[in-house]
């Protein structure tokens, strides 16, 4: 083990392979289910959360980006000014 870091338990050390082949099996009506729509829509949809919240945040960081940017210029037209008056 490396030093700093942690080990992660195993949540179902007692799961046999074949049962894991089975729920994966067992999750293919739900899957196929959600095909057309997928295709559709161009994704699954546990990633339009993902999406939704990525674009979000890329709105955010555009607003606050565009008001610093304002706040600088600001800034600097007032300095600009003042030292100019001197």
Known sequence: MIAGSQTIPVPE???RPEE???RAEALIPAIR?????SERREFHEDQRVYGLATGMT???ETV??????EYLE???QRS????GSR
């Open 58 to 60: 890329d709105a955010a």
């Open 20 to 22: 894991m082949i089975a």
């Open 33 to 37: 289910s959600e095909q057309d729509e």
């Open 64 to 69: 606050l980006y565009a008001f610093g940017r």
């Open 74 to 76: 600001r800034a600097t």
């Open 80 to 83: 600009t000014a003042a030292s």
């Open 13 to 15: 050390p007692e799961l």
